[in-house]
């Protein structure tokens, strides 16, 4: 059985999802968040909902929100599929089985394709390691299911630069989850070499326990202080 979903997945995840997986608390949500890449989750809008200016950044919207929506739907059944064929592999404890996984994605996916047609000025056509963002432009970022999850593709130079990168955008904490690959692989010798070159530029990285596991072992998020805190 192949450790590769093939080409990049474009998830719907949930607004209780990422609460989990990046431990967020209403105080996280009073300023401007970025979702980068955003996919086809429904954080932004459900964000947005709650008094957040929240933006997502991916480089599938460079399509129309249409033709956008249509994909990520036809991507739950594909990630259901590959869930599916690996129930062994993840921890069903937060999504119970693989089929109310599905639904909860299917359920995702239509929030986020009413919202990108609603208001598409929230989703941004943007791909690290370069984003159309000024400096410190957003009090809190969030990266999930990209860096560390694709490492048979990126490589260490991509993901430092992508680090760097949503470091510069944020005036606030940069958080990264999870932090092994998508196959459930360990990535401890990547993730060392990059809190050290991060080190090297003042920046204050740390691993953070998180309150969600549903790869095994995917406990736990990279944080990105922003300097001298």
Known sequence: MSDSIGE???????FAEYSAFFDLGEDDLRGSVL???????SFTATAASRGADAIAADPAYADPPAEVAARVRAEV???GAWVTARTGRYE???????ETLTRGRAESARLFAADI?????????AALPELPFADEAFDLVLS?????TYADRLDRDFHLAALRELRRVARGQVRVFPLVDQAGGRLDGLVDDLVRALT????RAERRRVPYEFQRGAD????LHPPGR
């Open 200 to 203: 090297a530029d003042d920046v």
């Open 92 to 98: 069903w404890g937060f999504h119970h089985d693989p």
């Open 144 to 148: 999930s299911h990209f860096l560390f």
């Open 220 to 223: 736990t998020m990279l944080v």
């Open 8 to 14: 990049y997945l474009v998830s719907a995840r949930s």
């Open 77 to 79: 059944d594909r990630g």
């Open 117 to 125: 047609t609603a208001h598409p000025d929230c989703y941004r056509f």
């Open 35 to 41: 979702d980068c890449p955003g996919g086809g989750a």
